[in-house]
């Protein structure tokens, strides 16, 4: 398995701009599906974003197609999310997830999860 940790959370106006970042450490991170999940209070985890381990292929949910954008660099071990027109809507905490040959959204197939980091848009 890989561990992962997120970066790049904050404070951000509406249609502003963050750019989140999760570093993986481990062995054949290019081997990983890479997504994003985010939980706002009491509400249940969704799915946001995911890449897929060779091809690059994405898939988003419809909220945020078109604002936000998943990529990965493989030399580096990191997967990001660059998210623009941001809306209060997307407050959340938001989390990295792997899964190795996986490219999906179901959130029970995916192994590992960093810690989360906190993005908040203000009104």
């Known amino acids: 398995q890989v561990q992962l940790a997120e970066s790049g959370g904050g404070l951000v106006q509406a249609g502003g701009s963050l750019r989140l970042s999760c570093s993986a450490s481990?062995?054949?991170?290019?081997?990983?599906?890479m997504a994003w999940f985010r939980q706002a209070p009491g509400k249940e985890r969704e799915f946001v974003a995911v890449?897929?381990?060779?091809?690059?292929?994405?898939l988003y949910t419809n909220s945020v197609k078109g604002r936000f954008t998943i990529s990965r660099d493989n030399l580096k071990n990191t997967v990001y999310l660059q998210m623009s027109g941001l809306k209060p809507e997307d407050t959340a905490v938001y989390y990295c997830?792997?899964?190795?040959?996986?490219?999906?959204?179901?959130?029970?197939?995916?192994?590992?999860w960093g810690q989360g980091t906190q993005v908040t848009v203000s009104s």
């Open positions: 997830a792997a899964s190795q040959y996986y490219f999906g959204m179901d959130p029970r197939r995916f192994t590992s």
């Open positions: 890449i897929s381990w060779i091809s690059g292929s994405t």
């Open positions: 481990g062995r054949s991170f290019s081997t990983y599906g």
